[in-house]
C-alpha cells in the first residue's frame, strides 16, 4: 500500500504471480506460524517463504493465492520441550497446503531465518 491506501506497482506484481491481473481482485494466505523469508523463484515465478515452527516444524512453502497453511490446527512440529505433536499434521488435511519441506517434531528442526534463489552457473559443483 502506498499512502492514501493506493495500491503499490510491487502488489500488482504479487498479483501477477498468483495469476491475477492488476485488476482482479486480490486474495490473501492464512495460516503461517512465523514467517522468516520470502523469494520468487527466477524460472518458475513462484513465491516461495521459509517459516519458523514451534518446537522444529520449521517449512519452506510454495505461496498460492486463498491457500491455508495450517496453523495453528496442522504443524508438524513439537509443544516446547516435550515430544507431543502440535496438532493434526498438514498431510492428513484435504483443505492445508502442504509444505515443500519441513522439518518433523523430534529432528532437531532448521530454523531456515530468510530465502534466496541463487541462479547462475559460478558453482556448477553444486
Not at 522468516?36 to 514451534?54: D, I, K, N, R, Y
Not at 502440535?86 to 498431510?91: A, E, H, K, L
Request: proline content about 6%; hydrophobic content about 25%; aromatic content about 10%.
Amino acid at each position: 500500500m502506498q499512502p492514501g491506501a493506493s495500491i503499490s506497482t510491487a502488489a500488482c506484481s504479487v498479483g501477477y504471480l498468483w495469476g491475477r491481473d492488476s485488476t482482479s481482485q486480490r486474495g490473501g494466505d492464512q495460516g503461517h506460524r512465523n514467517a522468516q523469508g520470502m523469494a520468487v523463484h527466477p524460472e518458475t515465478h513462484e513465491l516461495w517463504q521459509s517459516e519458523h515452527g514451534e518446537e522444529d516444524g520449521d517449512e519452506l512453502n510454495v505461496i498460492e493465492a486463498g491457500g491455508n497453511y495450517g496453523w495453528p490446527v496442522t504443524h508438524t512440529g513439537c509443544e516446547y520441550n516435550t515430544d507431543t505433536p502440535v496438532g493434526d499434521r498438514p498431510q492428513e488435511r484435504d483443505d492445508i497446503v502442504k509444505p515443500v519441506y519441513f522439518w518433523e517434531c523430534g529432528t532437531g528442526g532448521f530454523p531456515p531465518a530468510g530465502m534466496t534463489f541463487y541462479h547462475a552457473d559460478r558453482s556448477t559443483e553444486w
